[in-house]
């Protein structure tokens, strides 16, 4: 009986560990990076909150454009992030955009384009959506100009990143598993 117990919560610190927040570091350049401009818009709803480093530039006039995805395809554009006007982008400040796209699983890929003289250096990028537990990128350098720029750990799609109907598989599998320490 006590084996039952340690397996039910090393199962429930899983799901826990599967539900959580994921942080991610080491941006890099993609030059081969391709925007999908036919996009299913409306499908989904994102928020995305991106945070201006304290040490970037005090503002930026550059053009500033946003593609996030999963693993399996799915892939959200939002061009011209950017207006001077509203103070978008000012140093040591968050911003919160509300994306509209197609419906991804879990947000694994991330990147942003900067064209302009100015220069911008974000801190982080969080993305929160209904079908993907949120996750941070955690970038703090400056972007370079004309080149998207981000994170792809889509290469190792794990079962926090399957589609919904492989997880169930796997929690039955366990469930099966677990009657039969029992």
């Given at each position: 009986m006590v084996k039952a117990v340690i397996l039910l919560l090393q199962i429930a610190s899983i799901f826990v560990f599967i539900q959580a927040e994921?942080?991610?570091s080491q941006p890099q350049p993609n030059q081969n990076f391709t925007v999908?401009?036919?996009q299913n818009v409306g499908s989904c709803s994102y928020t995305v909150i991106i945070t201006t480093s304290c040490s970037s530039t005090s503002y930026t006039r550059d053009q500033i454009s946003l593609s996030f995805g999963d693993g399996y395809g799915n892939q959200v554009y939002a061009p011209r992030l950017d207006d001077p006007s509203s103070?978008?982008?000012e140093r040591c400040s968050s911003d919160t955009f509300e994306i509209y796209g197609p419906c991804t699983y879990q947000v694994?890929?991330?990147y942003l384009y900067r064209s302009g003289y100015d220069g911008w250096k974000p801190d982080t990028v969080k993305i929160y959506g209904y079908n993907t537990k949120a996750v941070?990128?955690?970038?703090n350098t400056f972007i370079p100009s004309d080149v998207w720029y981000g994170f792809n750990l889509c290469s190792g799609v794990s079962s926090a990143t399957q589609p919904p109907s492989q997880r169930w598989f796997i929690y039955v599998i366990l469930g099966f598993l677990l009657i039969a320490l029992l």
């Amino acid at each position: 009986m006590v084996k039952a117990v340690i397996l039910l919560l090393q199962i429930a610190s899983i799901f826990v560990f599967i539900q959580a927040e994921s942080i991610i570091s080491q941006p890099q350049p993609n030059q081969n990076f391709t925007v999908n401009y036919i996009q299913n818009v409306g499908s989904c709803s994102y928020t995305v909150i991106i945070t201006t480093s304290c040490s970037s530039t005090s503002y930026t006039r550059d053009q500033i454009s946003l593609s996030f995805g999963d693993g399996y395809g799915n892939q959200v554009y939002a061009p011209r992030l950017d207006d001077p006007s509203s103070r978008t982008f000012e140093r040591c400040s968050s911003d919160t955009f509300e994306i509209y796209g197609p419906c991804t699983y879990q947000v694994c890929y991330v990147y942003l384009y900067r064209s302009g003289y100015d220069g911008w250096k974000p801190d982080t990028v969080k993305i929160y959506g209904y079908n993907t537990k949120a996750v941070t990128f955690s970038y703090n350098t400056f972007i370079p100009s004309d080149v998207w720029y981000g994170f792809n750990l889509c290469s190792g799609v794990s079962s926090a990143t399957q589609p919904p109907s492989q997880r169930w598989f796997i929690y039955v599998i366990l469930g099966f598993l677990l009657i039969a320490l029992l």
